[in-house]
């Protein structure tokens, strides 16, 4: 089992520009889920997936944060315009059917915003 | 709502001596409790958890923790700490009686172990 995979591991940009994250969640995972992690911050939640669809996204923090499902085994995360304050690593997990499963999480994208 | 707490930003253990990373939460309903470690540069892997059952959980590399209900704590042990074990270790929880489909899990601070040689 590959695990969850998220592209790229490491992201530069420029302020104001689009900023797109991948993940792709384990094989029959149901669920998926996008955190963020800072030193400030900690480990956050930004928004999660049931069967493709968006359940919570209370945590995203702006309109400039957004996040798409289209299958079972891609989800993306984008920044647009993004900011330096966006600097922090995402990570993306995902969960089996089950009630009480718990969470697998891939490698994080480190992301820099200059 | 659901919260953790650790106490301890850093645990420092001489290699070959007991550890123990501190965790309590609140949560209005039943509680499910997770322990995550994370390596420099690496994602969150999972260790354990409690559900139901046995207040000592076992997991992996030779962790456990222990439920305590009256204290609302879930602290993490290990007889003998080595060296490897040298980590930030993260407590997470989701409240068991959320509706249906709901798997929000709250995350703790971290701890960052220390395992001296």
């Known amino acids: 089992d590959a695990g969850v995979i998220q592209s790229p591991r490491h992201e530069v940009t420029e302020m104001g520009q689009e900023v797109t994250l991948r993940c792709k969640p384990i094989?029959?995972?149901?669920?998926l889920f996008w955190y963020r992690q800072t030193m400030m911050r900690g480990l956050e939640l930004l928004i999660y997936?049931?069967?493709?669809?968006?359940?919570?996204d209370s945590g995203m923090p702006e309109d400039r944060f957004s996040a798409k499902m289209p299958n079972a085994s891609f989800s993306t995360l984008k920044i647009q315009p993004s900011e330096p304050r966006d600097s922090a690593v995402y990570f993306c997990?995902?969960?089996?059917?089950?009630?009480?499963?718990?969470?697998?999480f891939g490698p994080g994208t480190r992301l820099t915003v200059l | 709502a659901q919260s953790v707490a650790q106490p301890e930003d850093q645990v420092n253990v001489a290699e070959g001596n007991p550890l123990t990373v501190k965790c309590t939460y609140s949560?209005?309903?039943?509680?499910?409790l997770f322990w995550y470690v994370q390596y420099p540069n690496r994602g969150l892997q999972f260790l354990l958890k409690?559900?139901?059952?046995?207040?000592l959980v076992k997991g992996s590399y030779g962790f456990e923790a222990e439920f305590n209900k009256s204290q609302t704590s879930f602290h993490l042990k290990k007889p003998s700490a080595l060296v490897s074990d040298s980590a930030l270790y993260f407590c997470?929880?989701?409240?068991?009686?959320?509706?249906?489909?709901?798997?929000?899990?709250?995350f703790g601070k971290g701890t960052k172990l220390s395992v001296i040689p």
């Open positions: 997990a995902s969960k089996s059917p089950g009630t009480y499963n718990e969470q697998f």
């Open positions: 094989s029959g995972h149901d669920y």
């Open positions: 997936f049931n069967n493709n669809v968006p359940i919570d």
């Open positions: 949560v209005s309903g039943n509680p499910y």
């Open positions: 409690y559900i139901t059952g046995d207040n």
């Open positions: 997470a929880v989701r409240d068991g009686d959320s509706g249906a489909g709901s798997y929000q899990l709250t």
